[in-house]
């Protein structure tokens, strides 16, 4: 019995962990934390390239900011400029840079509309395009209405006008001095973007006297061949030709016109007198409807060709009147009229 017991083998001692799984599991944790290290910097990069972009985008902005309304400033001065001090500019000259400085004013509001805006800049960018809206509706009124305050008839509510758009121009400046500006540079310095703060912008002059009827008066009084309220040489319009979406009119009996399109009336005005004459108010009677349309000047001699279409557009047979406005000294104005009758089919 006890040789049986001595001779069964005893239970065999567990083995130690081998030093190989320990140094697997130690590279697996320097493995994890290499990777999570990797991920930290990777999220850092792109965070570090997308801030960059950000900051880019929002100096690019501003800088594209800055250079409308630099070249603002520069139309400002040709403007004022010429008001102030007209110099030899004729009435058709000065007329003309004003309608120059129009279309400067036109590209500027296109290119505050196309302007790729950062989403941070969005309250900013539409301050600054009521700004720009305002500059650009007051800046083709003055220009719509320039040449007839340069003239006689008309030139005192043209004038009237013209000052009232000067006040929209100031008004502008007053968005962009307290919304529009004050907004770009705060969204750049909450961002920590520096030196490129966009300048300010003041379209009416500062401390002018443009705002008063007054002064505009007085100084489109001073363009070479303006009205002054003297009518001294000859004076007078004539009809020359009236036609109707290209077919022409006669006194003697009926001219026959397509009804298929809205009728636009040209009528063609010279001046048969020996100075320019600005502002002529042609208008067309037809069925007891009076429409009207402005040259805004004729030289003497030259002719100018008005269009106005003829809203509602009439049917049947139509009586039309038409009629140059008689100029300030004109004595003989039968030539001014004609009559037609129309057949619309």
């Not at 409308?68 to 001065?77: A, F, G, H, L, R």
């Not at 290119?111 to 305002?134: C, F, H, I, K, W």
């Amino acid at each position: 019995m006890e040789d049986s017991l001595a001779s069964r083998p005893g239970r065999r001692p567990r083995p130690p962990r081998r030093p190989e799984r320990q140094q697997i599991l130690l590279r697996r944790g320097l493995a994890l934390g290499a990777g999570l290290l990797i991920l930290i910097l990777i999220v850092l990069g792109v965070r570090g390239c997308l801030n960059a972009r950000k900051h880019r985008a929002l100096s690019d902005y501003a800088r594209n900011v800055t250079q409308i309304v630099d070249e603002t400033d520069q139309t400002s001065k040709s403007f004022f400029g010429k008001l102030s001090d007209p110099g030899s500019l004729s009435v058709t000259e000065f007329v003309a840079e004003v309608n120059a400085d129009r279309s400067a004013m036109d590209n500027y509001v296109a290119r505050v509309d196309g302007l790729d805006t950062p989403g941070d800049m969005g309250s900013a960018q539409n301050a600054l395009e009521l700004v720009y809206e305002l500059r650009g509706a007051a800046m083709t009124e003055i220009a719509d209405k320039v040449s007839t305050a340069l003239g006689e008839a008309g030139s005192k509510k043209a004038t009237e006008i013209i000052a009232k758009q000067m006040n929209v121009l100031a008004a502008s400046d007053v968005v962009y001095a307290s919304v529009a500006r004050p907004e770009i540079d705060g969204v750049l310095a909450d961002n920590g973007i520096e030196g490129d703060d966009v300048p300010k912008s003041e379209f009416v002059p500062e401390g002018s006297t443009w705002l008063d009827e007054s002064a505009v008066s007085s100084a489109l009084t001073s363009v070479s061949g303006a009205a002054t309220g003297e009518t001294e040489g000859v004076h007078g319009l004539g009809l020359i030709g009236v036609s109707i979406n290209g077919t022409e009119l006669t006194p003697e009996g009926s001219t026959a016109v397509s009804a298929e399109e809205t009728p636009e009336v040209e009528v063609t005005v010279q001046n048969q007198g020996e100075s320019t004459e600005n502002g002529i108010t042609v208008s067309v009677t037809a069925n007891g409807n009076t429409l009207t349309g402005d040259i805004s000047s004729i030289e003497a001699g030259a002719e100018e060709t008005v269009t106005i279409p003829l809203t509602p557009a009439p049917t049947g047979e139509v009586a039309l009147e038409v009629e140059a406005e008689p100029v300030p000294g004109e004595e003989v104005s039968e030539n001014n009229e004609a009559s037609y009758t129309v057949v619309f089919e």
